[in-house]
């Protein structure tokens, strides 16, 4: 397993951008695909965007389609969510988790998990 480090959460006003990274320590950070969650007070944690292990696949929830984009440098062992044009309802803490198949959406099917980051949109 690898061990996951979330940064760059904050509070920005709608329109505005925020990046997050996902940083991970381990072996062969490049053999597994990569979630970004987020869930709000008294909501599930639902996926965003994934990305497969060597990013040549990337996959988006309809709700971010067009304004986030998945990324990663393995070189870095570093994962990424450029997020724009955000909205009051991405608000939310962020996670990012790591599990063998980018098709995988449920939060049970990733292994690895980071500690979260708070991404607030003011209106």
């Not at 006003?13 to 979630?35: E, H, I, K, M, N």
């Amino acid at each position: 397993q690898v061990q996951l480090v979330e940064s760059g959460g904050g509070l920005v006003q709608a329109g505005g951008s925020l990046r997050l990274s996902c940083a991970a320590s381990g072996r062969s950070f490049s053999s597994y695909a990569v979630g970004w969650f987020r869930q709000a007070p008294g909501k599930e944690r639902d996926i965003v965007a994934r990305i497969s292990g060597l990013g040549k696949y990337t996959i988006y929830e309809d709700s971010v389609k067009g304004r986030f984009t998945i990324s990663r440098d393995n070189a870095k062992n570093t994962v990424y969510l450029q997020m724009n044009s955000l909205k009051p309802e991405d608000t939310a803490v962020y996670y990012c988790a790591a599990g063998p198949l980018v098709q995988s959406t449920q939060p049970a099917d990733f292994g690895s998990w980071g500690q979260g980051t708070q991404v607030t949109v003011s209106s």
